[in-house]
Protein backbone atom coordinates (compact mmCIF):
# COMPACT_ATOMS: atom_id res chain seq x y z
CA UNK A 1 0.00 0.00 0.00
CA UNK A 2 1.12 3.29 -0.93
CA UNK A 3 1.88 6.47 1.88
CA UNK A 4 0.82 8.86 -1.43
CA UNK A 5 -3.02 9.12 -1.08
CA UNK A 6 -2.39 9.97 2.89
CA UNK A 7 0.32 12.46 2.55
CA UNK A 8 -2.01 13.99 -0.25
CA UNK A 9 -4.85 14.39 2.22
CA UNK A 10 -2.38 15.84 4.56
CA UNK A 11 -0.93 18.30 2.32
CA UNK A 12 -4.60 19.88 2.09
CA UNK A 13 -4.75 19.96 5.73
CA UNK A 14 -6.60 23.45 7.06
CA UNK A 15 -6.83 23.61 10.21
CA UNK A 16 -8.25 27.50 11.60
CA UNK A 17 -6.35 29.01 14.80
CA UNK A 18 -8.15 30.96 17.40
CA UNK A 19 -6.68 34.47 17.59
CA UNK A 20 -7.15 34.23 21.73
CA UNK A 21 -4.73 31.64 21.34
CA UNK A 22 -1.83 34.42 20.20
CA UNK A 23 -2.91 36.23 23.69
CA UNK A 24 -2.63 36.02 27.47
CA UNK A 25 -5.03 33.37 27.86
CA UNK A 26 -6.08 30.73 30.30
CA UNK A 27 -9.25 29.95 31.86
CA UNK A 28 -12.15 31.36 33.50
CA UNK A 29 -10.58 31.28 36.91
CA UNK A 30 -6.96 32.73 35.83
CA UNK A 31 -5.36 34.20 32.88
CA UNK A 32 -1.60 33.18 32.41
CA UNK A 33 0.23 36.16 31.05
CA UNK A 34 3.81 35.55 28.96
CA UNK A 35 6.63 38.04 27.53
CA UNK A 36 5.85 38.23 23.98
CA UNK A 37 2.14 37.84 24.11
CA UNK A 38 -0.21 39.58 21.31
CA UNK A 39 -1.74 42.53 22.71
CA UNK A 40 -3.75 43.85 19.71
CA UNK A 41 -5.94 41.95 17.13
CA UNK A 42 -3.42 42.98 14.61
CA UNK A 43 -0.47 41.35 16.46
CA UNK A 44 -2.65 38.33 16.96
CA UNK A 45 -3.11 38.35 12.93
CA UNK A 46 0.97 38.37 12.75
CA UNK A 47 1.74 36.00 15.15
CA UNK A 48 -1.08 33.42 13.09
CA UNK A 49 0.70 34.71 9.94
CA UNK A 50 4.19 33.07 11.54
CA UNK A 51 2.18 29.94 12.37
CA UNK A 52 1.27 29.61 9.21
CA UNK A 53 4.56 30.05 7.38
CA UNK A 54 6.15 27.58 9.92
CA UNK A 55 3.51 25.26 9.55
CA UNK A 56 1.86 25.38 6.23
CA UNK A 57 -1.76 24.23 7.18
CA UNK A 58 -2.92 27.22 9.67
CA UNK A 59 -3.94 29.40 6.36
CA UNK A 60 -7.07 30.97 8.58
CA UNK A 61 -7.70 32.97 12.41
CA UNK A 62 -10.65 32.67 13.69
CA UNK A 63 -11.72 36.15 15.40
CA UNK A 64 -13.25 36.87 18.55
CA UNK A 65 -15.64 40.40 18.92
CA UNK A 66 -15.76 42.40 20.72
CA UNK A 67 -11.79 41.18 21.77
CA UNK A 68 -10.53 41.78 18.54
CA UNK A 69 -13.09 44.50 17.54
CA UNK A 70 -11.91 47.25 14.93
CA UNK A 71 -12.78 50.37 13.27
CA UNK A 72 -12.10 49.22 9.65
CA UNK A 73 -13.26 45.66 8.87
CA UNK A 74 -11.51 45.58 5.35
CA UNK A 75 -8.38 46.94 6.55
CA UNK A 76 -8.02 44.41 8.84
CA UNK A 77 -8.98 41.68 6.05
CA UNK A 78 -6.46 43.87 4.01
CA UNK A 79 -3.93 43.16 6.47
CA UNK A 80 -4.65 39.45 7.23
CA UNK A 81 -4.07 38.92 3.27
CA UNK A 82 -1.31 40.70 3.28
CA UNK A 83 0.60 38.59 5.42
CA UNK A 84 -0.34 35.50 3.97
CA UNK A 85 -3.49 34.25 5.92
CA UNK A 86 -7.43 34.87 5.83
CA UNK A 87 -9.92 35.57 8.39
CA UNK A 88 -11.81 32.75 9.16
CA UNK A 89 -15.00 32.33 11.65
CA UNK A 90 -16.53 35.18 13.63
CA UNK A 91 -17.20 34.55 16.86
CA UNK A 92 -19.21 36.48 19.13
CA UNK A 93 -18.41 36.19 22.40
CA UNK A 94 -21.44 34.80 24.24
CA UNK A 95 -20.18 33.83 28.16
CA UNK A 96 -18.39 37.01 29.84
CA UNK A 97 -21.47 37.87 31.13
CA UNK A 98 -22.96 36.74 34.71
CA UNK A 99 -26.51 35.93 33.08
CA UNK A 100 -24.91 33.59 30.60
CA UNK A 101 -23.95 31.12 33.50
CA UNK A 102 -26.43 27.97 31.72
CA UNK A 103 -25.72 29.40 28.79
CA UNK A 104 -26.47 32.03 25.70
CA UNK A 105 -28.17 30.91 22.42
CA UNK A 106 -29.93 28.16 24.71
CA UNK A 107 -30.36 29.73 28.06
CA UNK A 108 -33.80 28.35 29.24
CA UNK A 109 -34.87 31.73 29.67
CA UNK A 110 -36.28 33.41 26.57
CA UNK A 111 -34.96 36.99 28.04
CA UNK A 112 -30.95 35.53 28.09
CA UNK A 113 -31.64 34.17 24.74
CA UNK A 114 -32.80 37.20 23.68
CA UNK A 115 -30.18 39.09 24.80
CA UNK A 116 -27.82 36.86 23.00
CA UNK A 117 -28.80 37.23 19.71
CA UNK A 118 -29.05 40.92 20.12
CA UNK A 119 -25.45 40.59 21.08
CA UNK A 120 -24.48 38.73 17.94
CA UNK A 121 -26.25 41.57 15.63
CA UNK A 122 -24.57 44.30 17.87
CA UNK A 123 -20.78 42.59 17.63
CA UNK A 124 -21.21 41.24 13.98
CA UNK A 125 -23.76 43.44 11.52
CA UNK A 126 -22.39 47.18 10.23
CA UNK A 127 -22.29 49.66 12.55
CA UNK A 128 -25.66 52.54 11.95
CA UNK A 129 -22.58 55.41 11.57
CA UNK A 130 -21.36 53.48 8.11
CA UNK A 131 -21.68 50.01 6.76
CA UNK A 132 -18.91 48.45 8.76
CA UNK A 133 -19.09 44.86 9.31
CA UNK A 134 -17.16 41.76 11.23
CA UNK A 135 -18.29 40.20 8.14
CA UNK A 136 -16.71 42.57 5.74
CA UNK A 137 -13.29 40.90 7.59
CA UNK A 138 -14.23 37.46 6.00
CA UNK A 139 -12.85 35.93 2.53
CA UNK A 140 -16.42 35.89 1.12
CA UNK A 141 -18.11 37.19 -1.99
CA UNK A 142 -18.76 40.92 -2.51
CA UNK A 143 -22.03 40.66 -2.88
CA UNK A 144 -22.89 38.22 -0.18
CA UNK A 145 -24.28 39.47 3.22
CA UNK A 146 -23.59 37.55 6.44
CA UNK A 147 -26.97 36.19 6.62
CA UNK A 148 -25.79 32.81 6.07
CA UNK A 149 -23.55 32.51 8.83
CA UNK A 150 -25.92 34.18 11.28
CA UNK A 151 -29.19 32.34 10.92
CA UNK A 152 -29.66 31.76 14.57
CA UNK A 153 -30.24 35.21 15.31
CA UNK A 154 -33.64 35.48 13.48
CA UNK A 155 -36.39 35.09 16.14
Given amino acids: MSDEPILDELRRLEIETPSWGY ?10 PWPGAARTVWERIDDAALVHRLTGVCPSVAIHVPWDRVDD ?3 LRAYAEEQGI ?12 DQYRLGSMC ?9 ARRAIR ?11 SA ?3 VDRAPTADCSD ?6 E
Wanted: one cysteine or more; proline letters at 9%; hydrophobic letters at 30%.
Fill in 86 to 97: RIGAVNPNLFGE
Fill in 122 to 132: RRTTPDRESSN
Fill in 107 to 115: HPEPAVRRH
Fill in 149 to 154: RVRVMR
Fill in 73 to 75: WPA
Fill in 135 to 137: CDA
Fill in 23 to 32: GNSGTRFHVY
